[in-house]
Every structure is written in C-alpha cells, then in structure tokens.
C-alpha cells in the first residue's frame, strides 16, 4: 500500500471509530501481541494511529448546528464494500506547507493535513475553544465549517521523520456539487484562492521571480479579475459576515488566511432576468446548492450554498480558509525577524502577508474583498 493509501486508511479509520475500539482492542491484547503491535507501529513509516481532538464539541456542532446526522456524516467515510482507504480520493500536496487533501467520495468533506507544529498547536491551544463557540453562535459566518480534528496517538518512525503527517481537519467542501454539474453538462465551476497581493512575496519579487520556477510562483495567491456584482443587501451582509469573522481572526492573532471564491453559471434560461429576486431565489438554482449539512442551515440562499449575482449570471460561494498561521508562535516569529532583517540590510520590500500583524492583514483582506464587490442597484434579494 503506498504512502497516499496508508493515510487515508489512518483517517477513515479515525473518524469510523466512534467507541474506542482500537484502544479495547489493544487492551485486551495478550501481552506478546500487544508488544509486537506496539513494535510494528513505532517503526511504521506512514501509517498513524489518529485520534479525534475534543470530538464532543465538533459533534454537537455537526448535530445541534449544522444539521449532520451521526449515519451520513459516517457513511462518507465508510460505505459498504469499500477498505478505508477507498472511501477517500486523494487530490494531492498542495501548496508550501506541504499539506495533503482528500476528498470523500461523495465530495461532501475534504480532508486536509496540517503538518506544521506552530499550525496544529495554535488550533489545538488557542483557537479551537472560540472558534467552537463562535461557530454555534454565527450561522452565517464564513469561516469554513471544521467537522473533526485529527491528532496522532504516540510516536512512530513515520511521525518522528515527518514522513507522515500527525494533524487532519475535516472540513465542509465548498465544491460540492461540482461532479454532477459536469455531469449535466454545465459549465465548469471557476474558483480563485485569494489573499492581498500587494505584500512582499520573496518567490515573486526577488529577481522579479527568476529564482524560483513557475511551479512554485502559481502556488501564491490568485488574482480576481472581475467583480462580484451583489444588491446592496447583499454586499452588506457579505460585509458583515467578513467584519465579524476577521476581527475574531484577529483578536487570536491569526494571519495570512484567504478567501476562497467559487463562481458558478446560472443554468440556461435564468441569466439576464429581469427579476432580480427571482434570480435570487432557492428556486432558480436548485440544481446547483445543496439541502443538507454542513452547508446549510441557514436554508438557501447562503455563501455556503450559493448566492446570484445581482444580474442573474453567476452563482457565487465564498469561504474563509487557512487561519492556521498565528504570529506568537515560535516559526512566525522566527519568519518576522528575517523578513526585518532582509528590509532593514537589503531592500525595503515591507512585510509579508505571515510576518505582518493582525489587524494590519485583517484590514488589507477587507479592503482587497470590498474591492471586488460591485453593488448593482439598490433592489432587494
């Protein structure tokens, strides 16, 4: 089984394992077995013993709030016939941190690792409390929609080398739907990962970029060009739900996350209508957003699930995402003090978007995403 398959298998293991059967298991173990359990997982090179971290409180967040049932939340991550490691579709390593993704089979969850110490241990020890609260108290909020957190159990090979990864997030996919659209025939889904371009990035503004390939250059953040035509309702609720989100962001010192864009045609025969709240309506783009959790509540329409455009053309989704990298954390600091070094030695380049403060990057995200909104109008939804 190779690496890919080997951590899928640990994560659809950890998230099936709803009584602690893997812990009876070993308990109830004979010694020798027991030992040579031990002896085989401490020198396993990708496979991971995962446990959930604080799984009451993402539980009643799934139940209580976001409308999951216990069986489909399960079923997406163990459906009859299938070895763990096929209930999920690898998508690859994506960006600089070296992160992994997964996708369920039925697209509902992506998996993504989080490889970084001073990441997972912000989540873990100073996030996570508010974020669970805030989220049971802000239907509407952006911030996507975290369903289970995954932590190693013990230490292996694997772990030690960082040749797998010990930290998992569940998450909402934002892309849901997606497949069948294409299905249908539809138009592709457009998507953008967008964060302020105008900071310093060393892999584009070095030698203009001659340093570092292509590759790695496409991996910065994307650029929208274009504008998200909204009523004047809608912007300021979009508004508002970005106020509210970034400013708890940046009350825990969380930099450098973006907005993820998703931008969908209307199907053939609603674009151009000249009724705008009918163009808004749940039930001119039932097709294309979903009815059941974690995207909704709140019903439709939402950013989660899909909003007009104020001309009936597009249907967009919007989501907060990456608001791992915190700056009183130890690589952070050690990151800001290079990038001083580097202005006050070499070249006046300014801040980074990970080695700025809080509020600076919360203010500079808000205007980049009021810059993209353009309101049509003054007529209601």
Same mark, same amino acid.
């Given at each position: ?6 951590i899928a298998?640990?994560i659809?293991?950890a998230i099936i394992?709803?009584t602690?059967l893997?812990?009876?298991?070993c ?6 077995r ?9 020198f ?8 959930k971290?604080r799984?009451?409180d993402?539980?009643?967040l799934?139940?209580?709030h976001w ?8 079923q997406?991550f163990?459906?009859?016939g299938d070895k763990?490691e096929?209930?999920l579709n690898s998508?690859?390593?994506?960006g600089?941190?070296g992160?992994t ?7 509902k ?7 970084r110490?001073?990441e997972?241990?912000?989540?873990r #020890?100073?996030l996570?409390?508010?974020?669970? !609260?805030?989220?049971a108290t802000?239907p509407?909020?952006? +911030? $996507? /929609? ?6 190693a159990s013990?230490?292996s ?5 960082r040749?797998?990864?010990?930290h ?9 739907g997606?497949?069948?659209a294409?299905?249908?025939g539809?138009?592709d ?6 964060k302020p ?17 292509e590759?790695t250059k ?11 035509r909204?009523?004047?309702?809608q ?7 970005? #106020?509210e989100?970034t400013?708890?962001?940046? !009350?825990?010192?969380a930099?450098d996350?973006?907005?993820? +864009? $998703? /931008? ?6 609603q674009?151009?209508n000249?009724d705008p709240?009918a163009?808004?309506s749940s039930e001119?783009?039932?097709e294309?957003v979903p009815?059941e959790g974690?995207?909704?509540p709140?019903s439709?329409p ?11 053309k597009?249907?967009y989704r919007?989501s907060?995402?990456d608001?791992?990298?915190?700056k009183?954390?130890?690589q952070?600091q050690?990151?800001t003090v290079l990038i001083?070094?580097w202005?006050?030695l070499?070249?006046k380049?300014?801040p980074m978007?990970i ?5 600076e990057?919360r203010q ?5 995403c ?10 209601p939804?």
């Amino acid at each position: 089984m190779g690496r890919s398959e080997t951590i899928a298998r640990s994560i659809a293991q950890a998230i099936i394992d709803t009584t602690g059967l893997t812990k009876r298991q070993c308990s109830n173990s004979n010694p020798l077995r027991l030992i040579l359990s031990l002896f085989s997982l401490f020198f396993s090179i990708h496979h991971l013993i995962l446990q959930k971290i604080r799984p009451a409180d993402f539980a009643n967040l799934r139940r209580n709030h976001w409308d999951v049932q216990d069986d489909d939340y399960y079923q997406s991550f163990h459906q009859d016939g299938d070895k763990p490691e096929e209930t999920l579709n690898s998508i690859g390593d994506m960006g600089f941190s070296g992160s992994t993704f997964y996708s369920t089979k039925d697209q509902k969850y992506l998996v993504k690792s989080v490889p970084r110490h001073s990441e997972h241990s912000f989540f873990r #020890e100073d996030l996570l409390t508010p974020y669970v !609260e805030y989220m049971a108290t802000h239907p509407r909020s952006l +911030l $996507v /929609r975290i369903c289970d957190f995954l932590g190693a159990s013990g230490y292996s090979i694997g772990r030690i080398l960082r040749l797998a990864p010990s930290h998992h997030i569940v998450m909402e996919n934002i892309m849901y739907g997606r497949s069948e659209a294409k299905k249908r025939g539809d138009v592709d889904w457009e998507n953008w990962d967008l964060k302020p371009t105008s900071y310093f990035y060393p892999e584009r503004d070095i030698a203009d970029g001659a340093l570092t390939s292509e590759a790695t250059k496409n991996q910065l953040a994307d650029e929208f060009h274009d504008k998200i035509r909204l009523t004047q309702k809608q912007a300021d609720e979009f508004f508002k739900s970005l #106020e509210e989100d970034t400013k708890l962001l940046a !009350e825990h010192n969380a930099v450098d996350y973006s907005l993820f +864009l $998703v /931008r969908m045609h209307t199907p053939p025969g609603q674009d151009n209508n000249p009724d705008p709240a009918a163009a808004s309506s749940s039930e001119a783009v039932e097709e294309l957003v979903p009815t059941e959790g974690p995207s909704v509540p709140p019903s439709p329409p939402s950013w989660r699930t899909g909003i007009a455009s104020a001309d009936g053309k597009y249907i967009y989704r919007a989501s907060i995402l990456d608001f791992f990298w915190a700056k009183h954390k130890l690589q952070p600091q050690v990151m800001t003090v290079l990038i001083k070094l580097w202005n006050l030695l070499i070249s006046k380049s300014g801040p980074m978007s990970i080695t700025t403060t809080p509020e600076e990057y919360r203010q500079r995200f808000l205007r980049m995403c009021r810059s993209y909104v353009e309101v049509v109008g003054d007529r209601p939804v």
